[in-house]
T-cell receptor
Framework: KQEVTQIPAALSVPEGENLVLNCSFTDSAIYNLQWFRQDPGKGLTSLLLIQSSQREQTSGRLNASLDKSSGRSTLYIAASQPGDSATYLCAVRGGGNQFYFGTGTSLTVIP | DTAVSQTPKYLVTQMGNDKSIKCEQNLGHDTMYWYKQDSKKFLKIMFSYNNKELIINETVPNRFSPKSPDKAHLNLHINSLELGDSAVYFC?????????????FGEGSRLTVL
């Protein structure tokens, strides 16, 4: 069964730093990988979607990469801001409409 | 317009009661899901429907019964509520599009059982 792990579980950085969040998965037979952001008490907002044939996707200060063969994805956040503070989750899509979620990384950006 | 909407957003009830949560999506997606998020923020799939057909039914107590009257709606009914049912329940939807579609979430329904 697919297992998705996110490291670190929590991260605290000063404003302006560039940072990397990691996501690893055990079964490389995925259709896509999605990064989400969750603010406290809110739903999940989709940040980036990378199809299995793609290597990376970019949106503003966010860049996500995918290395399917090694079972890894990274989310790079440039010039972090206090408004980036949230929990970041990754999810991989397997067959049968199944999505497998990581446990999330709680990010705090200190002004 | 909200893409995936759930009601109610908050639900506080006593043990033993029966309650329902409703979900609607206006994205034209074929597949809808119910997820449970526990206190540690882990998201666990409960059910999935594709065009009103149940396709994923994970190991959840049979007190939980989903119903999909049409492909835009997926409701969750819970009988005989227990303390351990307290959690945030998320509805989500995705297009079928050959398994490459993106997942969209509702805002969640926070259930508290007293």
């Amino acid at each position: 069964k697919q297992e998705v792990t996110q490291i670190p579980a929590a991260l605290s950085v000063p404003e302006g730093e560039n940072l990397v969040l990691n996501c690893s998965f055990t079964d490389s037979a995925i259709y896509n990988l999605q990064w989400f952001r969750q603010d406290p008490g809110k739903g999940l907002t989709s940040l980036l979607l990378i199809q299995s044939s793609q290597r990376e996707q970019t949106s503003g200060r966010l860049n996500a990469s995918l290395d399917k063969s090694s079972g890894r994805s990274t989310l790079y956040i440039a010039a972090s801001q206090p408004g980036d503070s949230a929990t970041y989750l990754c999810a991989v899509r397997g067959g049968g409409n199944q999505f497998y979620f990581g446990t999330g990384t709680s990010l705090t950006v200190i002004p | 317009d909200t893409a995936v909407s759930q009601t109610p957003k908050y639900l506080v009830t006593q043990m033993g009661n029966d309650k329902s949560i409703k979900c609607e999506q206006n994205l034209g997606h074929d597949t809808m899901y119910w997820y449970k998020q526990d206190s540690k923020k882990f998201l666990k799939i409960m059910f999935s429907y594709n065009n009103k057909e149940l396709i994923i039914n994970e190991t959840v107590p049979n007190r939980f019964s989903p119903k999909s009257p049409d492909k835009a709606h997926l409701n969750l009914h819970i009988n005989s509520l227990e303390l351990g049912d307290s959690a945030v329940y998320f509805c989500a939807s995705s297009p079928q599009t050959g398994n490459t579609g993106e997942l969209f979430f509702g805002e969640g329904s926070r259930l508290t059982v007293l």
